[in-house]
């Protein structure tokens, strides 16, 4: 059987339940805010049923003339034969009919269901596990506000002002995500104050054409769910995505699939496109009204030039919002035990890059003054420079026998840990073969991790 999650008006409909114990209470309760005219029929009710107010109680053994009139009947007695009978009658009838416990023999399933004011959504396993969705339904609670039924007579309210506000229907439905995130977020209606705020700067209330956004978004570094919810958030919501590489195939999954996806990745002496012709389509993207999310690896302000692109965009007029994201120089080394301060060991971390076009070496020009930094040195995008960068740091005046560390993982292809000094990581490295994308570790924190490579 195949199960279609039909949404009914049951205001003033006939039900009738046939039992009158805990299993009956439970139908009873779920149905009463939806306002029908429930009948429940037994020779004996437990207490609470005889309390509850809004149902019509009939001390009686079933007889199938209580099926005249009904819409719906639940079978919830503990007589297997007799729900067997009531089915089969209801089924003559033509009458929609639920048997506790017995998916064989039901016209209708009961959801596992979440009301909250306005707000219905049942959850269905097909009863093939009532369980499972039972921990769907505890977790889907979880994630909306306490007064979400308050929210929604909000935007009820503002539905009307906003249609006579916003002509065209595709900016329409933009104003209302984001009016609804901005609720959600804030765990509340807006005042009057801030949804005219809102409208003026999303929805364009004067007439003029809204102008769209861009949000920089960092992914993390790995999987999926290390993204803030934030992020997630404006993933669901966005109009564009415009993604580097090494992204979470997960995460590509909770785009809408209405929405436009531009792949913009670049890997080491591989590049879908320049710089330039990224910034173009931000621009060109956002001009076109569009909500554009620009998801990068890592952090976006942390060697992901996503503060070159929020500059161009500023300067173009273009909105735009960072969202943070965990980066690969503290996440990979974090997953692989690597803490990159520890109290008495390193009171300082700094982040580097090993591959920059300023110098002929690709090495920072004041890299042997880094060198000579206590703490944690983090280089990234090192790999391929790697036997070159120990050397020049042990010229520097750092100790051959520094801990060292290579870690590939997060998203990375062929995740990897290699551990050694800095006068033997570099071959320690050819010989596992470790594939770029990598972090390099040096300092004493090393000698810290737990040796796996993080996955």
């Known amino acids: 059987m195949s199960y279609f999650p039909f949404f009914v008006d049951l205001s003033d409909k006939e039900g009738l339940i046939v039992g009158g114990g805990a299993v009956a209470l439970r139908k009873i309760e779920k149905l009463l805010p939806y306002g029908p005219k429930l009948t429940v029929a037994a020779l004996e009710f437990g207490e609470e049923i005889r309390g509850t107010e809004g149902i019509r109680l009939l001390e009686s053994a079933f007889m199938p003339v209580m099926l005249d009139g009904k819409y719906f009947v639940i079978a919830a007695t503990d007589d297997r034969e007799l729900n067997h009978r009531i089915a089969d009658l209801c089924r003559e009838r033509g009458i929609l009919v639920n048997v506790v416990d017995d998916r064989d023999e039901c016209g209708f399933l009961f959801p596992s269901l979440v009301k909250k004011g306005k707000l219905s959504v049942g959850i269905s396993t097909e009863g093939a596990s009532p369980s499972a969705a039972v921990r769907i339904r505890e ?26 506000k916003i002509g065209k229907e595709e900016k329409r439905s933009r104003f209302f995500a984001a009016l609804f995130d901005q609720c959600v977020k804030m765990g509340r209606g807006l005042t009057d104050e801030e949804f005219w705020s809102l409208l003026r700067e999303d929805g364009g209330e004067n007439g003029a054409e809204s102008q769209g956004a861009v949000y920089l978004v960092g992914a993390g570094c790995g999987q999926a769910d290390l ?18 590489d090494l992204i979470a195939e997960e995460l590509l999954r909770e785009v ?42 890592g952090d976006p302000f942390v060697f992901g030039r996503g503060g070159e692109e929020i500059r161009v965009l500023e300067k173009e007029g273009i909105r735009c919002h960072m969202v943070p994201g965990i980066t690969s120089a503290i996440g990979i080394p974090g997953m692989a035990g690597i803490p990159v301060t520890y109290r ?20 920072l020009a004041d890299l042997d003054k880094i060198a000579g930094l206590q703490g944690t040195l983090v280089f990234l995008m090192g790999l391929n420079q790697l036997e070159k960068l120990a050397q020049r740091l042990v010229r520097a005046g750092r100790d051959e026998k520094t801990p060292a560390a290579v870690i590939s993982g997060g998203n990375a292809p062929c995740p990897a840990f290699v551990r050694g000094t800095l006068g033997t990581i570099a071959e320690e490295t050819k010989k596992k073969q470790v594939k770029a994308p990598a972090v390099i570790v040096v300092g004493e924190v090393v000698g810290l991790a737990h040796g796996k490579a993080p996955g």
């Open 139 to 164: 977790g889907f609670e979880r994630s909306i506000p306490e007064n979400f039924g308050r929210i929604l007579e909000f935007l009820e309210e503002k539905r009307p002002v906003v249609k006579a």
């Open 344 to 363: 008495g060991v390193s009171q300082s971390v700094h982040i580097v890059t090993a591959h920059t076009a300023d110098t002929e070496d690709g090495f």
């Open 227 to 244: 993204i803030t919810v934030r992020g997630l958030r404006l993933l669901r919501a966005c109009e564009v995505l415009v993604y580097d």
């Open 256 to 297: 809408p699939k209405r929405a436009q996806r531009i792949y913009v990745g670049k890997r080491y002496g591989k590049h879908s496109m320049s710089q330039e012709e990224i910034c173009g389509i931000l621009i060109d993207k956002a001009r076109e009204g569009k909500m554009v999310v620009r998801l990068k690896g």
